[in-house]
C-alpha cells in the first residue's frame, strides 16, 4: 500500500494506473464532487477486474436545484451536492459499474428551517453501495441461469455468514440460488475478489427467465421512513 494525494476525479493526474487497484473505499467524498461521473468512471478505470468501490456517500430523491447546489453551508455540509439515486445509477452503468449493490441505507434529515426552506421536499440518505468491475459478466438486469452459490465462511471476522448487500446474505455451507450478476460477484469464472471464498455452481448455458433480485423493497429510497431526527453521512 502506498499514499498518493489527489483529487477524487483526477486519480490519472495522481499517476494511478488502469486495472491496479484492488477495492477503492470512500466516505462521504465524492457528494463534495463537481462532476461526479468522471468519479465514477476513473474509479472504473482504475480497479482492476473482480474488484470493487465500497462506499458510502448522500444522495437525494431529486435533482438539486441550482440555488441549493450553489448554497454554501448546504454544499459543505454535505447535502446539496447529492447525487440522485436515479441519477448515479445511471451514471454507475453508462461508465460500466452494470449492477450497483446497496448494502444500507439512512435518511438524513435536515433541521435547520432557513436550510429546509432551500430544499423543500427533497428527501436525503446515506447509502452504501458497492460496484463491482466485472467486464463482460453484469449484465443490465438479473437473470435465472439455475446457478447457486456456496459461501466458505472464510472471511476473516465472517465465518457464519457474508452480507454481499441488503438482499442477499449467505449462510456458509449453505447453498443459495443466485441471479448470473449475483454469481459473477461471488465468484463465477474466477473473476471476483470473492472467488476463493465461494463454490459457484453453474454456467449460464440455460436461461429460466428473470431472476426476482434486487435490494430488499423496505430499503428503497421510497419506503425508507422518515428518519424522526437527524443523522449524517459520517
Ligand atoms: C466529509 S469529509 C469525509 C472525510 C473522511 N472520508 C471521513 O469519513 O471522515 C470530505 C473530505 O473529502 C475531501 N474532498 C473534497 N473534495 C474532494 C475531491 N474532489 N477529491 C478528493 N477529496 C476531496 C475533503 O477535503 C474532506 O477531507
Same mark, same amino acid.
Given at each position: 500500500?502506498?499514499?498518493?494525494?489527489?483529487?477524487?476525479?483526477?486519480?490519472?493526474?495522481?499517476?494511478?494506473?488502469?486495472?491496479?487497484?484492488? !477495492?477503492? %473505499?470512500?466516505?462521504?467524498?465524492?457528494?463534495?464532487?463537481?462532476?461526479?461521473? /468522471?468519479?465514477? #468512471?476513473?474509479? *472504473? $478505470?482504475?480497479?482492476?477486474?473482480?474488484?470493487?468501490?465500497?462506499?458510502?456517500?448522500?444522495?437525494?430523491?431529486?435533482?438539486?436545484?441550482?440555488?441549493?447546489?450553489?448554497?454554501?453551508?448546504?454544499?459543505?455540509?454535505?447535502?446539496?451536492?447529492?447525487?440522485?439515486?436515479?441519477?448515479?445509477?445511471?451514471?454507475?452503468?453508462?461508465?460500466?459499474?452494470?449492477?450497483?449493490?446497496?448494502?444500507?441505507?439512512?435518511? !438524513?434529515? %435536515?433541521?435547520?428551517?432557513?436550510?429546509?426552506?432551500?430544499?423543500?421536499?427533497? /428527501?436525503?440518505? #446515506?447509502?452504501? *453501495? $458497492?460496484?463491482?468491475?466485472?467486464?463482460?459478466?453484469?449484465?443490465?438486469?438479473?437473470?435465472?441461469?439455475?446457478?447457486?452459490?456456496?459461501?466458505?465462511?472464510?472471511?476473516?471476522?465472517?465465518?457464519?455468514?457474508?452480507?454481499?448487500?441488503?438482499?442477499?446474505?449467505?449462510?456458509?455451507?449453505?447453498?443459495?440460488?443466485?441471479?448470473?450478476?449475483?454469481?459473477?460477484?461471488?465468484?463465477?469464472?474466477?473473476?471476483?475478489?470473492?472467488?476463493?471464498?465461494?463454490?459457484?455452481?453453474?454456467?449460464?448455458?440455460?436461461?429460466?427467465?428473470?431472476?426476482?433480485?434486487?435490494?430488499?423493497?423496505?430499503?428503497?429510497?421510497?419506503?425508507?421512513?422518515?428518519?424522526?431526527?437527524?443523522?449524517?453521512?459520517?
Amino acid at each position: 500500500m502506498r499514499y498518493v494525494n489527489g483529487h477524487i476525479e483526477f486519480l490519472d493526474k495522481a499517476g494511478i494506473k488502469d486495472n491496479s487497484v484492488d !477495492i477503492i %473505499i470512500s466516505n462521504c467524498v465524492v457528494n463534495l464532487s463537481p462532476d461526479k461521473q /468522471r468519479v465514477l #468512471s476513473e474509479a *472504473y $478505470r482504475v480497479l482492476a477486474p473482480g474488484g470493487e468501490m465500497y462506499f458510502s456517500d448522500v444522495y437525494s430523491d431529486r435533482r438539486m436545484p441550482k440555488e441549493a447546489q450553489e448554497h454554501e453551508v448546504l454544499w459543505g455540509e454535505c447535502i446539496s451536492g447529492a447525487l440522485y439515486t436515479g441519477d448515479f445509477k445511471a451514471i454507475c452503468r453508462q461508465v460500466g459499474f452494470a449492477d450497483p449493490r446497496q448494502m444500507s441505507i439512512n435518511e !438524513i434529515t %435536515i433541521q435547520d428551517p432557513d436550510l429546509k426552506q432551500v430544499t423543500g421536499n427533497a /428527501r436525503f440518505f #446515506s447509502i452504501t *453501495y $458497492r460496484l463491482f468491475k466485472l467486464p463482460g459478466l453484469l449484465e443490465p438486469a438479473c437473470e435465472d441461469y439455475g446457478q447457486y452459490a456456496i459461501y466458505k465462511g472464510t472471511i476473516s471476522g465472517q465465518q457464519h455468514a457474508y452480507e454481499l448487500d441488503d438482499g442477499h446474505t449467505f449462510v456458509t455451507g449453505k447453498p443459495a440460488l443466485v441471479c448470473g450478476n449475483t454469481a459473477a460477484m461471488v465468484g463465477e469464472q474466477n473473476k471476483s475478489w470473492l472467488s476463493k471464498h465461494f463454490q459457484v455452481v453453474g454456467d449460464r448455458t440455460v436461461h429460466h427467465g428473470a431472476f426476482p433480485c434486487g435490494p430488499s423493497s423496505s430499503s428503497t429510497v421510497a419506503a425508507v421512513k422518515p428518519a424522526p431526527t437527524g443523522g449524517s453521512c459520517c
